[in-house]
């Protein structure tokens, strides 16, 4: 309830989450000293913490976990989806325990420090929860002192002040910097990642990073295709210069109308000379944007690893990976794009394809991790294609 008269911390009280209504929630800080600002969301995965804290589709946001046993497998070098973690901190119902896990490296409070997360436990995130979803995302501030020592007012304000995320452009602040090959392959028990298998003589894919996940790269590269990865802002020129043989759209954070600024001239000049497309997420709200269809901001978005998704084909139905704010208005879509995946949740676009161009892109995460793998026959998908093309 937003409180009229100065606030109270209650004793004990090292963390808090102040939110632009008014609204305080006070509860143990661990990780990293300091405050952020940013979007207030929720993710339903039971597993992956680490993997959605890097997720650069995350930047700018403050995660409510809603399982409550998080950080309980530690943290690795191994599970993550970025050089940096993306996500401002995380909001848990329950304290983070000692890791129990063969595979931890450290403790997940070590690990926020290090990275300059900020953690929130103590929260009641079921409620957190049902308040998001009934009034939306919003702004807030996560804030850890270890003497308990916040000045609500001002942290109100921060809060007020804080934009939102319609009309910002994320991609460039997590996008590479310069092109770079990419030849990891998937990950095994007791082998790690696999190393130097991307195919020599297979497909050239080149991934224009709007803030890709590292998973999505690796199965690229399983699927048969040789990867170069060019920066969000790269232009027509640039991507061709590697000759690709077809390109990738990453997700990414942000607004998609923001980005498309830049990334849809170059998408629609990639179509225009019949350059095979595959976008996922962010990608996916691109070629949306490129062939002259809307994107909006989401109520609460979806982010999680359970989200049933129909396919317009066959009517089968895939469990999948989400994390994303904005979406795709299926109602503008133009004549020569065809819905092809619908979220089962509230009915939103969820993939589409061209009729008359080599293109495709999915709302969803295909690569996982964290989440289910029935989708993973996209990859092979795009890759084989290519392969045929050839």
Same mark, same amino acid.
């Given at each position: 309830?937003?409180?009229?008269? &100065?606030?109270?911390? &209650?004793?004990?009280?090292?963390?808090?989450?102040?939110?632009?209504?008014?609204?305080?929630?006070?509860?143990?800080?661990?990780?990293?000293?300091?405050?952020a600002v940013g979007e207030v969301c929720f993710h339903t995965a039971m597993t992956g913490y680490q993997e959605a804290m890097t997720d650069p589709s995350f930047e700018k946001q403050i995660i409510t976990f809603t399982f409550p046993h998080i950080g309980n497998v530690g943290a690795n070098g191994e599970d993550i989806e970025a050089t940096n973690a993306h996500?401002?901190?995380?909001?848990?119902?329950?304290?983070?325990?000692? &890791?129990?896990?063969?595979?931890?490296?450290?403790?997940?409070?070590?690990?926020?420090?290090?990275?300059?997360?900020?953690?929130?436990?103590?929260?009641?995130?079921?409620?957190?929860?049902?308040?998001?979803?009934?009034?939306?995302?919003?702004?807030?501030?996560?804030?850890?002192?270890?003497?308990?020592?916040?000045?609500i007012p001002a942290l109100v304000e921060q809060a007020k002040a804080w934009p939102g995320l319609e009309g910002m452009d994320l991609a460039k602040d997590v996008s590479a910097l310069q092109s770079y090959t990419w030849e990891d392959g998937l990950w095994t028990l007791g082998q790690g990642y696999a190393t130097h298998a991307a195919n020599p003589e297979g497909p050239h894919v080149?991934?224009?990073?709007?803030?890709?996940?590292?998973?999505?790269?690796?199965?690229?590269?399983?699927?048969?295709?040789?990867?170069?990865?060019?920066?969000?802002?790269?232009?027509?020129?640039?991507?061709?210069?590697?000759?690709?043989?077809?390109v990738f759209l990453s997700n990414g954070p942000g607004d998609p109308a923001a980005t498309g600024e830049y990334a849809v001239p170059v998408i629609q000049k990639l179509l225009e000379v019949g350059k095979p497309l595959f976008g996922i997420c962010l990608g996916h709200q691109m070629l949306g944007l490129a062939?002259?269809?809307?994107?909006?901001?989401?109520?609460?978005?979806?982010?999680?690893?359970?989200? &049933?998704?129909k396919r317009s084909d066959d009517g089968r139905v895939e469990i999948t990976s989400m994390n994303h704010g904005f979406a795709v208005d299926v109602e503008t879509l133009p004549t020569n794009a065809e819905a092809t995946h619908v979220s089962l949740f509230d009915g939103s676009l969820a993939g589409l394809r061209l009729t008359d161009k080599p293109a495709f892109s999915v709302q969803y995460h295909p690569e996982a991790s964290p989440g289910p793998q029935d989708s993973h026959y996209l990859f092979e998908q795009f890759v084989s294609a290519l392969e045929k093309k050839a």
């Open positions: 309830m937003a409180e009229t008269e &100065p606030v109270r911390v &209650p004793q004990g009280a090292t963390g808090v989450l102040v939110l632009a209504s008014g609204d305080v929630l006070f509860g143990r800080g661990f990780g990293a000293v300091g405050s996500a401002l901190g995380c909001i848990v119902r329950e304290d983070v325990t000692a &890791p129990s896990n063969f595979r931890a490296a450290q403790h997940f409070d070590e690990w926020l420090k290090i990275n300059g997360r900020i953690g929130l436990a103590g929260i009641d995130t079921r409620a957190l929860t049902r308040m998001i979803r009934v009034e939306g995302a919003p702004n807030g501030v996560i804030a850890h002192d270890p003497d308990g020592k916040f000045d080149v991934a224009i990073d709007y803030g890709l996940k590292r998973n999505i790269l690796r199965n690229l590269v399983a699927a048969g295709a040789r990867v170069t990865v060019v920066p969000a802002t790269a232009s027509f020129e640039d991507v061709m210069r590697h000759e690709p043989d077809g062939v002259g269809a809307k994107t909006y901001k989401m109520h609460q978005g979806h982010r999680g690893a359970n989200h &049933p998704v």
